[in-house]
């Protein structure tokens, strides 16, 4: 017991320190690239690529328009403090409290995932109408921006709040038409609408015939629709259903680990020992799947 002791106190302290060197290391890298994320959302292109990954998922999930404030930089303060608070309740396991406190506190951005699923199927069920109404206003405005401000209010929401708020931005700052089509790109999340996105900004630097492009994009866009629609339902069901089990089974450890007589046949034995990091294994490897499955959807 006193080896088993000492394993788990040493794996913790390196832990611990290699924790510590990688928030050393990311503030280093902060202060040499002087990465900002604005306020209102915009997707700024320095940055590390973890935090410009957070910050697409907040904005995706529409976390980002709920809650304006939280940015990546908060989000990554919320997740050390929420680790910090939540071990507390585990640290009878040993170990593997470790896993525990670091699945808790992955849920919040699976659980993002899962907003950004159910989101990206809306913008693909309001991808047709979108380019339907666009090309009728473009013929009328013949301006890519004012054709999609006037598209905005005839679009099912998210899609239709990502327009606007960027459409918005464009207009009260010294954003370029390039930057604020490539953040609503970036924001939806949708294939079909990046294509659409990158025509529009080769259309505004170069020109051409953008409605014959616009024709292209309808064609291929009503072939995919059907495909489409069920590969997202059936990844926003699955990562509902995996969530929802690993919530119930973390609140069933914390129930375990306020029980003593259970908590020292698990800490001090190397079968509870496995047992107990096993689960929490499949746990991170559940929410690995949430990952997984909501990027190739």
Known sequence: ???????????????????????????FKKRLSKWQFKKTGVLSEKGSRLLRSIDVLLARSGVKSKLPFLDAKNMMIVSVLLFVAVIYPFRRLGFAALFYASSVVYVPYAAMMFMSTVNAKKIKEAYLSFLTTFMGFYNIEGNIINALKSTAPYISEPLRSIIKRNVFLYEKTQMSVDECLENMA????????????????????????????????????????????????????????????????????????????????????????????????????????????????
């Open 186 to 297: 970036a924001e939806a999340g949708n294939k079909e609408f990046r294509k659409f996105i990158n025509f529009a900004k080769m259309n505004a630097k170069y020109g051409g015939n953008f409605n014959k492009a616009l024709m292209k994009l309808r064609e291929q866009g009503e072939k995919l629709f059907s495909l489409e629609s069920i590969k997202a339902a059936n990844a926003s069901v699955g990562s509902m259903v995996i969530l929802i089990m690993i919530v119930i089974n973390l609140l069933l450890m914390m129930n375990i680990s306020a029980d003593p007589d259970i908590v020292y046949i698990v800490k001090n034995t190397i079968t509870g020992q496995a047992i107990a990091i096993s689960n929490a294994v499949s746990i991170v490897f559940g929410l690995y799947m949430i990952k997984n499955i909501n990027s190739s959807a």
């Open 1 to 27: 017991m006193i080896y088993l002791a000492f394993i788990e106190s040493a794996l913790l302290a390196l832990v611990i320190y290699t924790a510590a060197l990688g928030v050393e290391r990311l503030k």
